[in-house]
């Protein structure tokens, strides 16, 4: 699941000046929170709701396969996964998963 957001990361950042990838986690009560953030190209309005689809991918070459799986992993371990996203300025993955 981490792969698969540090790959999107990767990827949103081909292009952009500025590359800055970072990775967090924190316990939060009974949760652990752990979060994925670059400062790549962003994810318009539009196509956020339709990023965990699987199949759907604005790559030449992408499967739109990576956040599908990551999001039924997430669930099978009972989190959640969300994103927040600004064109031109970087995404944030949040990931939270029950620490017990
Ligand atoms: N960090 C990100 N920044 C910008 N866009 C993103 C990011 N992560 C995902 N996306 C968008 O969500 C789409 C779906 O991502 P997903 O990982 O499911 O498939 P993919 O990356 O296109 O293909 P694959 O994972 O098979 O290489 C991407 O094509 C891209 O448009
Ligand atoms: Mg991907």
């Known amino acids: 699941?981490?792969?698969n957001l540090v790959k999107n990361a990767a990827e949103a950042m081909?292009?952009?000046r500025s590359?800055?990838?970072e990775i967090r986690s924190k316990k939060e009560g009974e949760f652990v929170k752990l979060s994925v953030s670059d400062t790549g190209k962003g994810i318009?309005?539009?196509?956020r709701k339709r990023i965990f689809d699987p199949f759907f991918t604005?790559?030449?070459?992408?499967?739109?396969?990576g956040l599908a799986i990551?999001?039924?992993?997430?669930e099978a371990h009972h989190g959640e996964i969300e994103?927040?996203?600004?064109?031109?300025k970087g995404t944030t993955f949040v990931v939270k998963l029950p620490g017990k």
């Open 1 to 3: 699941m981490v792969t």
């Open 14 to 16: 081909g292009e952009v």
């Open 19 to 21: 590359k800055k990838l």
């Open 44 to 47: 318009a309005e539009e196509d």
């Open 58 to 65: 604005t790559k030449g070459k992408g499967t739109g396969l």
């Open 70 to 74: 990551c999001q039924r992993i997430v």
């Open 83 to 88: 994103v927040a996203s600004e064109v031109g």
